[in-house]
Nanobody
């Protein structure tokens, strides 16, 4: 069992930056691939970024490359999402998630993740 708690959300102006954190408790955090997703009102949950258990590999949808950076510190049981050049359309609740058995491009799909945090709200004003 893994418990995940996101933090770092808030209100920021367009063009600004935020760094989200996801603190994990429970067993074997370092053995899980981790993902970030977001969900805006009335929209489906959207893949934002993912990182392998070791941190050696990271994955982004083409629309997020260059603005978002995922990283992890296994010693601190924490995964991060650095978001730069934020736009109003980035407004959403951001979730982190843990995947015990990643395969292929499973990191893109919310259904492949085993544990989820409660989310943190990000609002980008224009």
């Amino acid at each position: 069992q893994v418990q995940l708690v996101e933090s770092g959300g808030g209100l920021v102006q367009a063009g600004g930056s935020l760094r989200l954190s996801c603190a994990a408790s429970g067993r074997a955090f370092s053995s899980y691939a981790m993902g970030w997703f977001r969900q805006a009102p009335g929209k489906e949950r959207e893949f934002v970024a993912a990182i392998s258990w070791s941190g050696d590999s990271s994955f982004y949808p083409d629309s997020k490359k260059g603005r978002f950076t995922v990283s992890r510190d296994n010693a601190k049981n924490t995964v991060y999402l650095q978001m730069d050049s934020l736009k109003p359309e980035d407004t959403a609740v951001y979730f982190c998630a843990a995947d015990r058995n990643p395969w292929g491009d499973s990191y893109r799909y919310p259904s492949e993740y085993d544990y989820w945090g409660q989310g943190t709200q990000v609002i980008v004003s224009s």
